[in-house]
């Protein structure tokens, strides 16, 4: 009979090690190497909708060559550690983004990349768009622009790559900000200031799959199935007999 | 049950009429998955691995861009116009200026004419090189050796983009149009370096298209795939090198010209074949025809004012006639991009009440339930990659 001790998920000669004398330099230096190789082997999923996601694939091409930092590009969300939200997100699309970071394993960090992905950037006021993506995933790194530059992907590599490093050694680590969205001639709203505050706010529901009012998509449960006549459930017992 | 062997394929099957000892399955390519350019849901039906009915559902993209148009004045529309279709921004921004142009009875100067001119068969290169790429990038697969073009095709890309960049100062989304001309001369050295990144590519192209052609999987897997035959091409509104891949000698460049189009000429490039292959082997003639006339153009552009008008000072400063409706089209890298325009909307006239893009892409979209029917999943990618949609004209 097994006995849960509390030690199930460590491996037995990581325990034998950890009593040993000495041993602790051994297991600090372990932690270490897999600290690096966690940092050097991010597996990307690009979350790719539109103009930056022909930018991100120049950043996996020839000139600026993302491989040469240990990343691979999968497209199923089940092998990747990273996940980057190249282009505008739509309120038809962000539960299929959710669900796919959902599936994505533990642990994960998310990249938004263009001001789309940010923000909503000119469609930020369009019924169909979400206003960011950190509406619906939190997002660990932004990369400003429209699209970014692809060298830039590399750079919020780096930074992707400090901040886990500090997160793995627990120390603290400061919060990346949104970027302040750009000033843009003033755009008229639709219709009055009450009905586009409630277009502004069906946006916001719309990406976090809720309904109309923020109420939650659930569809009906039938009635209990009702118990079938005499008849019939004698007959019944008799073909099971 | 042989469906390639009827006159014409029905998009609408109905499923009870299948027969019932069928293998019949129902399965969901997209929207996220790495072939479908963007964001694509084909629903799929199948029997066995043959497909019987695919049905394309757009819309994961929509951004609302036409009603976007009504609410932004004439000046502020060119850097949206940009984001249509991602992988062409510097045609997209002519067409919508041109459709300006029009309405309003400007003349654009000669040498805005030639630059227009020169920018869009650079900008018809890298869109079809990174078609190119990812072209045999779904029907080799990443691991399968499809990347390896792909590497090549992007490194030949990016010298476009630098002279773009140098030009305008952006990669990928220029603003460098504007209603009567261009925004930004052109530098110093830009010719010789046009020059350079055209002998580079000429030198090249043979040995990318020589990779393709002599590689038996490659023609297994494109000809007499996706075929659309000639009357269905014409009822269903496709153009651009899907058309004449499908033997219609149409091309707006050299029918209806529209840059300086009217002073060259152009060698359209038509194909027989109706299939995957055909669309290859007319994008392929199509970049050497570039090459040939960014060559010829680049030393003969004429001196003058780049701009008709006054520079952009305030948003408001083009007012539309009220009531005043034209269509104007344009040939970009993926057809005809029309654009419907109405005067006299807010602002006093400054925006368009109505703007209609005709996206090309979309009418391509329409091919794929007739195209698909008949053959395999792994097909459906070659087919896609040879119809070159861009979701984002699709869904707009």
């Known amino acids: 009979m097994a006995i849960d001790d509390g030690r199930s998920f460590e491996h037995p000669l990581y325990h034998y090690w950890e009593n040993s004398p000495g041993g602790g330099i051994g297991l600090t230096t372990l932690d270490r190497l897999l600290m690096h190789s966690a940092r050097h082997s991010l597996w990307f999923f690009p979350m790719a909708t539109s103009c930056c996601a022909i930018e991100f694939m120049t950043a996996a091409a020839s000139r600026v060559d993302l491989d040469q930092a240990g990343t691979i590009i999968r497209p199923t969300p089940r092998h990747c550690d990273v996940m980057v939200v190249a282009g505008t997100i739509t309120v038809k699309m962000a539960p299929r983004v959710k669900k796919l970071w959902d599936q994505m394993p533990e642990p994960k960090w998310a990249i938004a990349m263009g001001s789309c992905a940010i923000c909503g950037d000119f469609y930020r006021d369009i019924y169909s768009v979400v206003p960011g993506v950190d509406v619906i995933i939190p997002v660990d790194v932004y990369i400003p622009g429209c699209p970014p530059n692809a060298d830039q992907v590399m750079v919020a590599l780096q930074r992707l790559q400090e901040k886990i490093k500090l997160q793995l050694e627990g120390k603290f680590v400061e919060r990346d900000l949104r970027p302040g969205t750009m000033i843009y001639p003033k755009i008229g709203t639709h219709g009055d200031a009450r009905q586009s505050a409630e277009v502004a706010q069906a946006q916001l529901d719309g990406a976090r799959g809720l309904g109309v009012g923020g109420k939650e998509h659930r569809v009906p449960r039938p009635a209990a199935v009702q118990a079938p006549p005499e008849a019939d459930a004698t007959s019944d017992s008799g073909e099971q007999s | ?396």
């Not at chain 2, 990812?134 to 590497?151: E, N, P, V, Y």
């Not at chain 2, 773009?164 to 261009?182: C, I, K, P």
């Not at chain 2, 460049?253 to 529209?258: G, Q, T």
């Open chain 2, 1 to 396: 049950m042989n469906l390639r062997q009827r006159d014409r394929i029905n998009p609408h099957l109905d499923l009870d009429t299948v027969d019932a000892a069928a293998d019949l399955m129902a399965l969901n390519m997209g929207p996220q998955h790495p072939s479908t350019h963007g964001v694509l849901r084909i629903k799929l039906f199948l029997d066995g691995e043959v497909i019987i009915k695919a049905v394309p559902y757009p819309g994961y993209l929509h951004r609302g861009v036409e009603k976007l148009c009504e609410r932004l004045t004439c000046v502020q529309l060119t850097p949206i116009f940009d984001k249509h279709d991602y992988v062409a921004p510097m045609t997209n921004e002519q067409a919508l200026n041109i459709a300006l142009e029009r309405m309003l009875g400007v003349e654009v100067p000669r040498r805005a004419r030639y630059m227009r001119t020169i920018l869009a068969e650079l900008q018809r290169l890298a869109s079809h090189l990174l078609w190119l790429g990812t072209f045999t990038l779904d029907i080799g697969g990443t691991i399968g050796g499809g990347a390896s073009l792909m590497m090549y095709t992007f490194r030949e890309r990016e010298p476009i983009l630098d002279v773009f960049e140098m030009l305008t100062g952006a990669r990928f989304h220029y603003n460098t149009h504007q209603v009567g001309g261009n925004r930004h001369d052109i530098p110093d050295g830009w010719a010789a370096a046009v020059k350079t990144c055209m002998d580079q590519l000429a030198a090249r192209m043979p040995e990318y298209e020589e990779q393709c052609v002599t590689n038996s999987v490659f023609l297994m897997r494109t000809k007499g795939i996706g075929v659309i035959e000639t009357p269905l091409a014409l009822e269903l509104g496709l153009t651009g090198p899907n058309l004449r891949a499908s033997g219609v000698d149409l091309d707006l460049r050299r029918d209806a010209p529209f840059h300086a189009y009217d002073e060259i000429k152009v060698n359209v490039a038509v194909s027989n074949g109706c299939d995957t292959h055909a669309r290859f082997e007319v994008r392929i003639a199509e970049m050497y025809e570039s090459i040939r006339i960014v060559r010829e153009l680049i030393d003969n552009v004429p001196e003058g004012p780049i701009c008709s008008l006054k520079p952009v000072r305030t948003v408001n400063q083009i007012k539309l006639p009220e009531g005043k409706q034209m269509y104007t089209a344009i040939e970009t890298p993926r057809g005809e991009l029309g654009t419907w325009l109405i005067g006299g909307g807010a602002e006093k006239g400054a925006c368009p009440y109505r703007l209609k893009i005709r996206p090309p892409s979309l009418h391509a979209m329409a091919a794929l339930p007739y195209a698909l029917v008949g053959h395999t999943v792994s097909d459906v990618v070659a087919v896609l990659g040879s119809l070159d949609p861009i979701m984002g004209e699709v869904d707009r």
